[in-house]
């Protein structure tokens, strides 16, 4: 599972990447046309959309790698069967939300099918809010790995730089 959460991981670090790149030029590009006194009219709808692919596959990159905002000293101040359930808990809570999310967020993409971007009337807008299934569906697989180890966790994960709290039990 742990090879599997690496290539994963780093498959999400190239998607994040690429974005980046793509926006900084994409941005750049359109300062430098609008300075040179012939703007791009579509640059500033292009970027926000982008900056929104960029979060949603950056979040997606941040499950994989447990970067979320979490109380990790509450949970490892439990003793470590409570440590589990609590997160075998979570990780279920979590995988229903982002499910339903990508199920709501492809329901959505027929009733989008007839609409464009304003500036850009040949990209559908299917296709710019189609990374809000694509993301949850991404972010379900990595929140899947971590439950499939917790489930199957006798003991609880031996980590780097323990916190107080781990460190007195």
């Known amino acids: 599972m742990a090879h599997f959460r690496a290539v994963y991981g780093r498959l999400l670090e190239w998607v994040v990447g690429a974005l980046m790149t793509i926006l900084a030029l994409e941005v750049t590009l359109g300062i430098v046309f609008?300075?040179?006194?012939?703007?791009?009219?579509?640059?500033d709808e292009v970027a926000s959309h982008l900056l929104a692919w960029l979060t949603f596959f950056g979040a997606a990159l941040a499950s994989v790698r447990r970067a979320?905002?979490?109380?990790?000293?509450?949970?490892?101040a439990m003793p470590w069967r409570a440590r589990r359930a609590v997160g075998i808990v979570a990780q279920v809570l979590v995988i229903a939300f982002f499910a339903l999310l990508a199920?709501?967020?492809?329901?959505?993409?027929?009733?989008?099918?007839?609409?464009?971007?304003?500036?850009?009337?040949?990209?559908?807008?299917?296709?710019?809010?189609?990374?809000?299934?694509?993301?949850?569906a991404l972010i379900v697989v990595a929140e899947l790995t971590h439950l499939a180890e917790l489930v199957v966790a006798t003991e609880p994960p031996v980590t780097q730089g323990a916190s107080l709290a781990e460190s007195a039990q």
């Open 68 to 76: 979320h905002i979490g109380c990790p000293e509450l949970v490892a």
């Open 103 to 136: 199920w709501v967020g492809a329901s959505i993409m027929p009733v989008l099918a007839t609409d464009s971007l304003i500036s850009l009337p040949w990209v559908p807008m299917s296709f710019v809010q189609s990374v809000i299934p694509i993301s949850a």
């Open 34 to 43: 609008r300075f040179s006194g012939h703007s791009l009219s579509w640059y």
